[in-house]
């Protein structure tokens, strides 16, 4: 008979019966694309190549030649075509739709005005370059790959 139990269960149980083996003995599962989450200033950033940018970017900000650095900006479109993909869009009408989002790193702001949109990537996959041109063409700005 196996017993299914929460992880606080787990460890209570572990502590209780004095066993030097936890959680911590158990190898984690390797990230998709071999990052290592990096916490900097309170932040949690998905790969250590994020959390160098940032803190490059931080000091640009610290000595003012950066007014606003955005974390995580949202770009949501919203596509109207009328050739579907098989099995893809939403149907309405003769017409169809392709709803997104694409979340880029980071949005800074410089002192002279210029904005410009960041993404840290370690590797590029057809679903990020699909999702930057698409952002690009509607909301005008360029994104940096870094």
């Known amino acids: 008979m196996s017993e299914e139990m929460s992880v606080e269960e787990f460890r209570r149980r572990q502590v209780n019966s004095g066993s030097k083996i936890g959680l911590s003995d ?8 071999s990052s290592v989450k990096t916490v900097v200033d309170g932040i949690t950033f998905m790969s250590k190549k994020e959390s ?3 803190k490059k970017l931080k000091l640009l900000k610290d000595k003012g030649e950066i007014i606003e650095l955005e974390l995580q900006p949202r770009y949501p479109y919203e596509i109207h075509y009328q050739q579907p ?6 149907s309405i009408g003769d017409s169809f739709v392709k709803k997104g989002a694409y979340v880029s790193d980071f949005r800074v702001t410089y002192a002279d005005g210029r904005v410009e949109v960041f993404d840290v ?3 590029s996959t057809k679903k990020f370059l ?3 041109k698409i952002v690009e063409k509607l909301y005008g700005v360029k994104v940096i790959t870094i």
């Open 130 to 132: 699909l999702d930057k």
């Open 52 to 54: 160098e940018f940032y």
């Open 121 to 123: 990537k370690g590797f």
């Open 85 to 90: 993909r098989e099995n893809y869009p939403i």
């Open 26 to 33: 158990i190898p984690k599962k390797k990230s998709k694309y």
